[in-house]
């Protein structure tokens, strides 16, 4: 049944049962997936999911309901458990269905040049690149991740206060990871690349990346325990950042569990410091012109010149707050439940490269990548001891590769140290967010080693 008369139906035969108000959340995407492995084909799928939610006023509470399916049975099922879902809540919170915002940006996040692009040419791909990174050394034993994912999606909000918004997207990305081996010593790296032009992806560059970042790790020792200054590198940066992201949320707020309540208007970072949530970013995997409740997206800056400047919002906190909501309500499906999540939230980008970073240094410890971020790091508190790995800087060079090493301190604390931001903007795995950030130099951290 076509969404479009689906939703017809479903508002005509929604009043009869005696909705005031109704919404219709519509979501579909395929997928495709392919693993190499020795040249071979490991693993190959393609999937397609989707499916609608529903949201109804029913004397005076909202129900809901979600299928599957669209067709005239599940219209009937969406009205009927909606309506039994309303009778019984006991929620008090004041529920919203939006009637629509001012002006939509237009944004093209649909490549037809990435629809177009076969699966063998995905596979080859990767064949090429697996191929690249054994031929680069032979301390290189195995490719253990060489995978590329493709996924194309559609949404669309309509409701019955006359608001109706569509969006389609497409984004491929490769995840690449190697093993390198000297003896008894062996090593990792892995590097994930996203685009919406395939033509993008070099094999070579992609391959001599992150096969040159496992062999540079060879050798690693641990160091002398003490509070050193430190080179948080791009996507160590970015993971870090991921942690905390949550505290910008104004549902967190309100519930307490920010550190960032009643900071409004004053300095929370170093004034190098500005965090930037960018729906409309080309290369965002996040970018949308609307979000989960068919409210228009914005460039927000959050943090301006180390200056907390707002809070993301869904309808929910911004009507608590009595403000106008930024267009951060979010679904993870569309069977999620409402939050507030950022579309692609980032350090914004200084000047200086992370060579010069490096070459401004006496002694210092790039911090490359970070352990156990879920169970060391206090989201609240902002206080956080994290297994890591990097390297030693002497008198501006790179000397050694270091492991086993832990790194503590507290973000907050960690914000207002920032001495410099570098020009390497770079993003992590989309995860609540699309989360990025250049290399950030910080005054010192805490470190463990012998």
């Known amino acids: 049944m076509d969404i479009l008369n689906f939703k017809n139906s479903l508002f005509t035969k929604g009043k009869d049962y005696g909705f005031s108000e109704m919404e219709l959340y519509y979501q579909s995407g395929g997928k495709f997936s392919t693993k190499i492995y020795k040249g071979d084909v490991d693993s190959f799928s393609i999937a397609n999911v989707g499916g609608v939610s529903f949201r109804g006023i029913y004397q005076g509470k909202m129900g809901y309901a979600y299928t599957e399916k669209i067709?005239?049975?599940s219209i009937q099922f969406l009205l009927e458990e909606a309506k039994e879902n309303a009778t019984i809540i006991d929620s008090e919170d004041n529920e919203i269905?939006?009637?629509g915002s001012e002006k939509y940006e237009e944004i093209e996040l649909y490549s037809e040049k990435l629809a177009s692009v076969t699966n063998e040419e995905k596979i080859n791909l990767l064949k090429k690149i697996e191929t690249i990174c054994f031929s680069l050394?032979?301390?290189v034993t195995s490719v253990n991740y060489c995978l590329l994912e493709s996924v194309a999606s559609e949404k669309m909000i309509a409701n019955t206060k006359g608001l109706e918004k569509y969006e389609k997207g497409n984004v491929v990305y490769t995840y690449i990871s190697v093993v390198v081996k000297d003896g008894e010593d062996i090593k990792t790296a892995?590097?994930?690349?996203?685009?919406?032009?395939f033509s993008t992806f070099d094999a070579t560059a992609l391959a001599t990346e992150v096969v040159e970042e496992a062999l540079s790790t060879l050798g690693a020792t641990s160091i002398a325990s003490k509070d050193y200054p430190i080179i948080l590198r791009n996507k160590a940066a970015a993971a870090l950042l991921r942690v905390f992201t949550p505290s910008f949320s104004a549902d967190n707020v309100h519930k307490g569990k920010s550190k960032l309540a009643n900071k409004l208007g004053k300095?929370?970072?170093?004034?190098?410091?500005?965090?930037?949530d960018d729906p409309f970013l080309k290369s965002g995997f996040m970018s949308r012109s609307f979000d989960s409740e068919g409210v228009a997206t914005q460039r927000l800056q959050v943090v301006e010149k180390g200056v907390l400047k707002t809070y993301l919002h869904n309808l929910k906190s911004a009507t608590k707050d009595q403000i106008p909501p930024t267009g951060h309500g979010a679904k993870s499906s569309y069977k999620g439940t409402m939050t507030i999540a950022p579309s692609n939230l980032f350090i914004e980008p200084g000047e200086k490269t992370y060579e010069q970073l490096v070459a401004s240094e006496k002694e210092a410890i790039v911090i490359t990548d970070l352990q156990g971020l879920h169970s060391g790091a206090n989201a609240i508190s902002g206080d956080f001891s994290l297994s890591a790995n990097g390297y030693v800087v002497k008198a501006g060079v790179i000397e050694r590769p270091v492991n086993q090493i832990t790194i503590a301190g507290n973000f907050y604390?960690?914000?207002?140290?920032?001495?410099?931001?570098?020009?390497?903007?770079?993003f992590g795995m989309p995860s609540g967010g699309?989360?990025?950030s250049p290399s950030l130099k910080i005054k010192r951290l805490a470190v463990s080693g012998e």
């Open 434 to 436: 699309y989360i990025g």
């Open 190 to 197: 892995s590097k994930v690349t996203l685009a919406r032009d």
């Open 97 to 99: 269905i939006f009637s």
């Open 267 to 276: 300095s929370i970072a170093n004034s190098y410091v500005t965090i930037v």
């Open 137 to 139: 050394s032979d301390k």
């Open 71 to 73: 067709d005239e049975e």
């Open 413 to 426: 604390t960690m914000l207002e140290e920032i001495e410099t931001v570098a020009n390497d903007l770079d």
